[in-house]
DNA sequence: ACTCCGGATAGCCGATCGGATGATGCCCGG
DNA sequence: CCGGGCATCATCCGATCGGCTATCCGGAGT
């Protein structure tokens, strides 16, 4: 057996989208599609069970464990199967965490479905794929040192978000108002701001506030 | 021909979407995928030419005018399909922009496809088909005044959103603080907020704001 | 053991914001 | 033809913010 077929198995909530990827693999003479998962429980069990190749793993998941974490304990498994995100976003927060997460690629679902199985055979042979946007976002976020924002600083950015002042804010979080505005300081520092507003916008579109 | 079958036109502009409507819509007896379209100047084209019953209309699409002004342009041809938007987001501007443009429901991705079929059918008999969690989006919106944010507010915004302040804007939009604060008030107002934080925020929420 | 970092706290101070109030001009729609 | 939304501008003023500097504590890592 020198030409041995792909085995995929796709992890997405959406019904639509499963059957559309479904559709486009299972219509390639080397790709077979062996299971479908629509939450992270039935991912692993899939996974665990049919043995894929490769795994099409969505990263907005409804419920419990995203995307990301998924991943992760998809390749926790014994003889783990290549993970390669395929999902809509393409903010680096989300790249970085999956690619921590053990993932192999990085597509976006508006690709053309021949960019999509190029990625699933690279994937399949271990390669790296990446999608150009999302390699030159990464490649950004490289350049420049990694934000990472501490809890309590998430706290701080929800309150920020709800409009709340730094005395309200202060009493929300059972601290003193000098607190919260030494986190709003390393805050804007961290997201490279100068500004509530700044620090919102910028949270949300890193995504450490959901919107 | 006491049954006609029902024809269906889908316009998305991720090809892996189209395929998971097509794939799981010609499974039904009833209903045909008779064209696709992947941007606003195809979607025209193509239901003037296929003269479909329903027409499948994703809210983003890429390009120039979204799955709106797209709505708009395909209900303003001749005998005019109805129109059943099927996208990601349910955020109130969404919907009320496409059921002012002219569409007939309004479905999530994320919907199971038996309520996708529904959808259609009831769609071409002319029902008004709206998701659960749209339904109830509307309903809240309908007790609150509707907010229309002017587009020199939404500049303000944009502004805003980058952080910038008050002299700042004012540089930058060519006019007086007084004006840009006058604005920031009005803002405030329509969106319920009494913070430049806030107002970001809910801007966002709101996709007046990309985030 | 020593250091680094996150978290909490304090005070100072100039710059800015946000609310209140009022006014002008334009253009659209009833 | 008038009202009303939009955009513009002006002042006043109290409240708040944001930068700066410094201290303290406890846990994680070297």
Redesign the pocket.
Known sequence: MVEQHIRVVLVDDHPVVRAGVRALVDAQDDLDVVGEAADSAQAVAVVAETKPDVVLMDLSLGDGPGGAGTTRLVRDLPSPPQVLVLTTYDTEADVLEAVDAGAAGYLLKDAPPDELFRAIRGTARGETVLAPSVATRLLQRAASPAP?V????VEILRLLAKGL???EMARE?L??E??V?????HI?TKLGV???AGAVATAIERRILRP
């Open positions: 990472k501490s809890p309590r600083e002042g730094n005395k979080l601290v003193s000098a607190t505005k030494s986190h709003l300081s804007y100068d500004t509530r």
